[in-house]
Nanobody, 115 residues
Framework: QVQLVESGGGLVQPGGSLRLSCAAS????????MGWYRQTPGKQRELVAS???????TYVDSVKGRFTISRDNAKITVYLQMNSLKPEDTAVYYC?????????WGQGTQVTVSS
């Protein structure tokens, strides 16, 4: 069964850090490009960061220099290290293939940045 499970979210103060994890099942996730996405109420889901099987990365401008995406293909896991968090980063964070496939969305993990 193809499955993606996000974890690691929580409540953090502005300027704080969180590390999100995306645990995957299925060999496809070892060789495919992956992405972290986020969504706030009433707004479309946006791509935050992506990483290819070879380790090449991209980031949305608003998180450049603060977030780092990485992957461990042996564990079939993708990570998002988030530093210097801002209230604007508050959202539900999801992982998926990049480009995303509609049927692969998990439940996501909530990140709340607030004093």
């Amino acid at each position: 069964q193809v499955q993606l499970v996000e974890s690691g979210g929580g409540l953090v103060q502005p300027g704080g850090s969180l590390r999100l994890s995306c645990a995957a099942s299925g060999t496809i996730f070892k060789i495919a490009a992956m992405g972290w996405y986020r969504q706030t109420p009433g707004k479309q889901r946006e791509l935050v960061a992506s990483i290819t099987s070879g380790g090449s990365t991209t980031y949305v401008d608003s998180v450049k220099g603060r977030f780092t995406i990485s992957r461990d293909n042996a564990k079939i896991t993708v990570y998002l290290q988030m530093n210097s968090l801002k209230p604007e980063d508050t959202a539900v964070y999801y992982c998926n293939l990049h480009p995303a496939l509609p049927g692969y969305w998990g439940q996501g993990t909530q990140v709340t940045v607030s004093s």
